[in-house]
Nanobody, 123 residues
Framework: QVQLVESGGGLVQTGGSLRLSCAAS????????MGWFRQAPGKEREFVAS????????HYADSVKGRFAISRDNAKNTMYLQMNSLKPEDTAVYYC????????????????WGQGTQVTVSS
């Protein structure tokens, strides 16, 4: 079992930045690929980014490529999502999750989820 807790969300203006954190406990964090998803009101949960166990491999949704950066610190059992040049369409609840397999980009490929943190980008 692994427990995930997101933090760092908030309200920011267009063009601003936020850094989300995902603190993990339980199952060995450093062995898992991890990912970020987001869900806006009335929309399906969508993949944002993922990172392999070492941090050497990353993957991004086209909508955030070049603006967001995923990273992890296995010594701290924490994953991060640095979000720059934020747009109103980035407004959503952001979730971190533990991957079943590296390379997964849909929710079914992840088996543990945090409770989410709200990100709101004002225009």
């Amino acid at each position: 079992q692994v427990q995930l807790v997101e933090s760092g969300g908030g309200l920011v203006q267009t063009g601003g930045s936020l850094r989300l954190s995902c603190a993990a406990s339980g199952r060995t964090f450093s062995r898992n690929a991890m990912g970020w998803f987001r869900q806006a009101p009335g929309k399906e949960r969508e993949f944002v980014a993922s990172i392999n166990w070492s941090g050497a491999g990353t993957h991004y949704a086209d909508s955030v490529k070049g603006r967001f950066a995923i990273s992890r610190d296995n010594a701290k059992n924490t994953m991060y999502l640095q979000m720059n040049s934020l747009k109103p369409e980035d407004t959503a609840v952001y979730y971190c999750a533990a991957a079943l397999l590296w390379g997964a980009t849909t929710a079914v490929g992840f088996d543990h989820w945090g409770q989410g943190t709200q990100v709101t980008v004002s225009s």
